[in-house]
Nanobody, 125 residues
Framework: QVQLVESGGGLVQAGASLRLSCAAS????????MGWFRQAPGKEREFVAG????????LYADSVKGRFTISRDNAKNTVYLQMNSLKPEDTAVYYC??????????????????WGQGTQVTVSS
């Protein structure tokens, strides 16, 4: 069993930065790929970024490429999402998740079997 707890969300103005954290419990964290997803009101949940178990491979949605950076610290069982140059369209609930598969970072949420409760990010214009 893995438990994930996100933190770091908040209300910011456009152009600001936030860093989200996702603390994981469980011994399998360091061997699993991780992902960040988000869900805006009235929209489906979408992939934001993913990172391989070693941190050596990352993948980003086109909408955040160049602005967001995913990283992880396996010693702390934590994955991060650094978000810079935030835009109002980044407003959403952000979730971290554990990829249940093995291999490359995947973008589809059905590949992820453990989810956090989410943290709200609101960007005002």
């Amino acid at each position: 069993q893995v438990q994930l707890v996100e933190s770091g969300g908040g209300l910011v103005q456009a152009g600001a930065s936030l860093r989200l954290s996702c603390a994981a419990s469980g011994r399998t964290f360091s061997s699993k790929n991780m992902g960040w997803f988000r869900q805006a009101p009235g929209k489906e949940r979408e992939f934001v970024a993913g990172i391989s178990w070693s941190g050596g491979s990352t993948l980003y949605a086109d909408s955040v490429k160049g602005r967001f950076t995913i990283s992880r610290d396996n010693a702390k069982n934590t994955v991060y999402l650094q978000m810079n140059s935030l835009k109002p369209e980044d407003t959403a609930v952000y979730y971290c998740a554990v990829d249940s598969s093995w291999g490359p970072v995947l973008i589809h949420e059905y590949n992820y079997n453990y989810w956090g409760q989410g943290t709200q990010v609101t960007v005002s214009s």
